[in-house]
C-alpha cells in the first residue's frame, strides 16, 4: 500500500490518501462520490495526518468531521462529545 499526504500545510498535516490493489474502485451507483473520493487512483480518507521524522504517519484529525456506522446513523463526533459530557 502507499500512502501520502496530499496538500500538506507549513507543518506537514495535509489529507491522508492511499493507493492499492487492496482499496475500493468506488462506490455503487454513485459515480459522483467515486469522483470526490478516488482521484488519479488515490483514495482520499478524510483523514488529517503527516509523516514523522522516522516516516511514521501521524493522524491529527478528520477533514470530513463524521463517522457512518454500518446502519448508516451519522455522528458528527464534536456534537457527540458535547452530548456525552452533558449526561456526566
Do not use: C
Not at 473520493?37 to 495526518?49: F, S
Not at 503527516?50 to 446502519?71: C, P, S, W, Y
Request: aromatic share 6%; hydrophobic share 45%; net charge neutral.
Amino acid at each position: 500500500m502507499e500512502v501520502r499526504i496530499v496538500n500538506p500545510a507549513a507543518d506537514g498535516v495535509g489529507e491522508v490518501s492511499v493507493r492499492s490493489k487492496t482499496v475500493m474502485a468506488g462506490y455503487l451507483n454513485e459515480p459522483e462520490l467515486t469522483a470526490e473520493t478516488i482521484v488519479d487512483g488515490w483514495l482520499l480518507t478524510g483523514d488529517l495526518g503527516r509523516f514523522d521524522g522516522a516516516g511514521h504517519l501521524q493522524l491529527t484529525g478528520r477533514k470530513k468531521n463524521m463517522i457512518v456506522t454500518e446502519e448508516g446513523k451519522i455522528f458528527i463526533p464534536r456534537i457527540l462529545r458535547l452530548f456525552l459530557r452533558a449526561l456526566l
